[in-house]
């Protein structure tokens, strides 16, 4: 059981390049969601998703896009990354909204240059 | 819009003693709160939740209370461990159609003195 896995764990970027940031499950968990986080700013949730093929934003998705073909996997997506989108992302699952928690991934460390 | 909170950025403590670290959230129609720890270089690991419902929970050497009156939660964790050095995240989520979201808090810092 690996839980949730994220890759690749480090990616500098160019400015305006666009790349796909993975992340896999193996809890059959319904409940799937992307956040980053910035020093000081705490986590700020980017996209989530409560089901194979439904996709909603959260509270920073500008710059993003998901999508959800299957339960297992959650990519997200820079379209044409900017510095500003420099930081730490994280990916997280929950069995179920509410319950235990959310499992988060280890995290994948952007730099757009 | 509403955000949770915290009172302070860093806690030292020495190891053996108990340590306590709080939260301040405002919105109140969130129901379900979560603490999570963050060790360098990893994810949050969830800690222990709680429900609005409840005013105390208590898991292995943690203890969560909630005063809803003032909207304030607390960590507590009990014989500080080197272990325990690192950065606390408390959580808060609204129930209800559509609510998803998870908002946290800025953080804490726990420094465990050896």
């Known amino acids: 059981n690996a839980g949730v896995t994220q890759t690749p764990k480090f990616q500098v970027l160019k400015t305006g390049q666009s790349m796909t940031l993975q992340c896999a499950q193996d809890?059959?968990?319904?409940?799937m969601s992307w956040y980053r986080q910035d020093p000081g700013m705490g986590l700020r949730l980017i996209h989530y998703?409560?089901?194979?093929?439904?996709?909603d934003q959260g509270e920073v998705p500008n710059g993003y896009n998901v999508s959800r073909s299957t339960t297992e996997d959650f990519p997200l997506r820079l379209l044409s990354a900017a510095p500003s989108q420099t930081s730490v992302y994280f990916c997280?699952?929950?069995?179920?909204?509410?319950?235990?928690?959310?499992?988060f991934g280890s995290g994948t460390r952007l730099t757009v240059v | 819009g509403e955000s949770v909170g915290l009172h302070l950025p860093t806690l030292s403590v020495q190891e053996g003693d108990n340590s306590i670290i709080n939260c301040a959230y405002s919105n109140s129609a969130s129901d379900y709160f979560i603490w999570y720890k963050q060790e360098s270089g990893k994810g949050p690991q969830f800690i222990i939740d709680i429900r609005s419902n409840m005013d105390k929970r208590q898991g292995q050497r943690v203890t969560v209370l909630l005063n809803k009156t003032v909207k304030h939660l607390s960590l507590q964790i009990a014989a500080t461990q080197p272990g325990d050095s690192a950065v606390y995240f408390c959580?808060?989520?609204?129930?209800?159609?559509?609510?998803?979201?998870?908002?946290f808090g800025k953080g804490t810092k726990l420094s465990v003195i050896p």
């Open positions: 809890m059959n968990h319904e409940y």
């Open positions: 959580a808060e989520e609204v129930s209800g159609a559509g609510s998803y979201q998870l908002t």
């Open positions: 997280a699952s929950s069995y179920s909204r509410g319950r235990l928690g959310y499992t």
């Open positions: 998703s409560v089901g194979a093929g439904i996709t």
